[in-house]
């Protein structure tokens, strides 16, 4: 039985069966209508545009946890940190924020990395007994001067235009020039989690993790002059044209007829579809250049640390360097998943980094898809955010058919209030289901 079973797992048409079946509830969504289905091609395309992204974020987090067993508990704090690229890259400068405080921030920042390099120096070279002396005076002083400079320049950068503006603004460049921006920013700050956490053993490295992802998002909250806090920050530049730029052309209302369709409809179909272009070939671009470090030497040696760290480090293998390069690197991928997520919704909201959606939500993906498997991580990613997005219509039509033999009462209308709300069980139960059934994923690691 064992046998048959891994005999299917291993299958080399299991995968593409099971994209096949994606594929049909996208088809189905979008030309379907009924209780079950929207019948709407701009709702289908929605789904995939915002699945497309979740494959990216799972194979973020794949990178790390299937790769080097990794286990990075603030997925959400990178996706927010990849998030800024588009604001302080894509977005219009800020008439007179600059001129406010520009320079005083960035000489703080300076001044507050420097000081940490000088601390962390001082603890490694300096003579043991005025080790702490020496190191605590740096820290102190140097927390002194940044607070100094920093708080006069940030409360200036606030008072500019506070209305309407308020923060320092972006240098107004192409959108997608910023998605890079956004994975150098997330990498950077994993660079950092990892030279002091990565040191730890794996449940104390989730817990920092957890901590460092609240830690960033809570920053993103408070911090308006960054991008503008709670207040959100809309009008993030997009790759593709705007739908109402194309109603008001007659090239395309001439095309919309032709295709049989109103242009309202017409011009959201045709956007959403260049975002899924653009999209898929990132997403294509970033399996491809996984799969070809993970049947590498590389990729071979990863895996080989992953499985037993003591015969790795026997052989002369950094474990503690290899680490904080895959973790750096799966980060990367998570942060240019953030700045994908806010060009297409146009709108930077800190308070919706949810970690629930973007950190549990993603394990799932990567659970079910396949540990280790990069194809799995884009299966999981397209499957379980369809799931996570009809569940709240499939919801409330289970919940009506399971509760037909109840009387009409608070009992009967309580629980179908609460159906759409019930996506978190939902995905619990799919996981229960595919760790139990298949507990290498639905498309395991080869």
Request: glycine share 10%; net charge positive; hydrophobic share 55%.
């Amino acid at each position: 039985m064992s046998n048959t079973r891994q005999a299917t797992a291993s299958s080399p048409w299991r995968a593409p069966l099971i994209f096949l079946v994606i594929a049909a509830l996208f088809v189905l969504e979008g030309t379907t209508r009924n209780a079950l289905f929207s019948g709407s091609w701009n709702s289908a395309l929605a789904i995939l545009n915002m699945g497309l992204i979740s494959a990216v974020m799972a194979l973020g987090v794949n990178m790390q946890w299937g790769y080097a067993g990794l286990f990075n508990a603030g997925v959400v704090g990178f996706l927010a940190l990849g998030s800024l690229g588009p604001v302080l890259v894509a977005t219009r400068p800020v008439e007179g924020a600059w001129s406010a405080g520009g320079p005083r921030v960035l000489l703080a920042l300076v001044i507050g990395l420097a000081t940490l390099i000088l601390a962390a120096q001082v603890w490694q070279r300096a003579p043991q007994r005025l080790r702490a002396i020496a190191m605590i005076a740096i820290l102190v002083l140097g927390f002194v001067l940044y607070r100094f400079l920093f708080d006069p320049a940030v409360m200036a950068i606030e008072a500019n235009n506070s209305a309407s503006a308020g923060n320092i603004g972006g240098l107004g460049w192409p959108v997608l020039l910023s998605w890079p921006v956004g994975a150098a920013f997330a990498a950077a700050a994993a660079w950092g989690v990892g030279k002091v956490a990565l040191g730890l053993r794996s449940d104390y490295l989730a817990i920092a993790t957890l901590g460092i992802g609240e830690i960033i998002v809570a920053v993103l909250r408070n911090e308006e002059w960054l991008a503008r806090g709670v207040k959100n920050m809309s009008g993030i530049p997009r790759p593709v044209p705007y739908e109402l730029d194309l109603q008001n052309d007659p090239a395309f209302v001439a095309k919309a007829a032709s295709w049989g369709m109103d242009v309202s409809t017409a011009s959201g179909i045709w956007v959403k579809l260049m975002y899924a272009g653009i999209f898929a070939v990132v997403l294509l671009g970033l399996v491809l250049l996984a799969e070809l470090a993970l049947k590498s030497p590389w990729g071979r040696m990863m895996r080989a640390i992953r499985d037993n760290e003591t015969a790795a480090s026997a052989m002369g293998k950094n474990i503690k360097g290899r680490h904080l390069q895959i973790f750096v690197i799966g980060s990367a991928v998570i942060g240019l998943a953030g700045a994908m997520m806010v060009t297409l919704d146009g709108l930077l909201s800190p308070g919706s980094f949810n970690p629930l959606r973007y950190t549990f939500l993603v394990w799932v993906m990567v659970i079910v898809g396949g540990s280790g498997n990069n194809w799995g991580s884009v299966l999981g990613g397209l499957l379980i955010w369809f799931l996570w997005i009809k569940a709240e219509v499939w919801g409330p039509e289970l919940m009506n058919l399971v509760t037909l033999p109840l009387p009409d009462g608070a009992l009967r209308q309580n629980l179908l209030d609460s159906a759409p709300h019930m996506r978190f069980i939902a995905m619990g139960l799919v996981l229960l289901l595919v760790l139990r059934f298949a507990p290498r994923g639905l498309v395991p690691e080869k």
